[in-house]
């Protein structure tokens, strides 16, 4: 496995490949990498014949009250979970080598972003597909792998791929969980031992809204209500939403119906976690 931090050496490596015929899977991340990426960096070794994985914490998706700076980061540590998982190619560039100093050009996308997260979040899936753009110009993958976990990223991500006739295929890969339902996120390492188990109030939410459409409930009010009331029973948790949107469009929805994105974002103390749960029928 080879470790590199500029845009040409990624460029020059994927160009052999591509000279002998090779496909390339990319995992995009922003390191501090847990099971969650593994499963897609499995899912890459599986079906591509080289995989590439970025580590780069992107300022251009944090709001100017975000977490940038205190954002977890463990290069060691990511590389030593990369190599474990059989991949080829690490890129960990520094701002400065993705972001010249003239910078001004961004990819954007309208509609989507405007629910759920990019409500709160206003500037942050422009971060996102602006680096991911980038970064897809630069490893030129035949496939990039992204997680349910954020369902309104892989979304977008799918749309501005296809507005912008990008030539590689998304693919989406299930939620991780940790053994007692939590949601597998960078961000979990920001809880004490007591938010730690509050949090568990998020997939608690996610499992009984499943059980609510199997049992054939079809009114999101009625599903997101009951979610809402058991999130409300733990004090340590803040509602920023609870919501049932079309899985394609992210627009509220009052049926639930194939395809469904029941999703939520809740702080426990000053960390903002999300879940959901995709309804296919
Ligand atoms: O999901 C993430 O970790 C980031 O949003 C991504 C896709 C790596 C872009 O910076």
């Given at each position: 496995m080879q470790?590199?931090?500029?845009?040409?050496?990624?460029?020059?490596?994927?160009?052999?490949?591509?000279?002998?015929?090779l496909t390339v899977g990319f995992v995009p991340t922003m390191g501090y990498l847990h099971e969650g990426h593994a499963s897609l960096m499995k899912e890459a070794r599986k079906r591509d014949d080289k995989v590439v994985v970025s580590v780069f914490v992107n300022p251009m998706q944090f709001g100017p009250s975000e977490d940038l700076d205190s954002y977890p980061r463990d290069i060691n540590a990511d590389?030593?979970?990369?190599?474990?998982?059989?991949?080829?190619?690490?890129?960990?560039?520094?701002?400065?080598?993705?972001?010249?100093?003239?910078?001004c050009s961004f990819t954007d996308?309208?509609?989507?972003s405007n629910h759920l997260c990019g409500l709160s979040r206003p500037i942050h899936f422009r971060g996102v597909c602006t680096v991911l753009n980038k970064l897809?110009?630069?490893?030129?993958?035949?496939?990039?792998?992204?997680?349910?976990?954020?369902?309104?990223?892989?979304?977008?991500?799918?749309?501005?791929?296809?507005?912008?006739?990008?030539?590689?295929?998304?693919?989406?890969c299930p939620i991780i969980r940790e053994a007692d339902g939590l949601a597998k996120s960078s961000r979990n390492?920001?809880?004490?031992?007591?938010?730690?188990?509050?949090?568990?109030?998020?997939?608690?939410?996610?499992f009984l809204g499943q059980e609510l459409v199997e049992k054939g409930e079809t009114s999101a009010k009625k599903v997101t209500d009951q979610m809402t009331d058991l999130i409300k029973t733990e004090p340590l948790a803040d509602i920023e939403y609870v919501t049932a949107v079309n899985g394609l469009?992210?627009?509220?929805?009052?049926?639930?119906?194939?395809?469904?994105?029941?999703?939520?974002?809740v702080r426990i103390g000053k960390t903002r976690l999300i879940d959901n749960f995709?309804?296919?029928k």
């Open positions: 470790l590199v931090t500029t845009i040409q050496e990624v460029r020059d490596i994927v160009k052999q490949w591509k000279k002998e015929d590389s030593k979970l990369c190599e474990e998982m059989g991949v080829d190619l690490i890129f960990h560039p520094e701002p400065s080598e993705m972001y010249h100093d003239d910078f996308i309208n509609g989507l897809f110009n630069i490893v030129m993958p035949d496939r990039a792998y992204f997680g349910q976990k954020d369902a309104q990223q892989a979304a977008i991500v799918k749309q501005f791929v296809k507005d912008l006739n990008l030539p590689l295929e998304i693919v989406r390492t920001y809880l004490s031992a007591e938010e730690r188990k509050a949090a568990l109030i998020l997939s608690k939410a996610i469009t992210m627009e509220e929805v009052d049926e639930i119906k194939d395809p469904t994105l029941v999703a939520i974002a995709v309804v296919e």
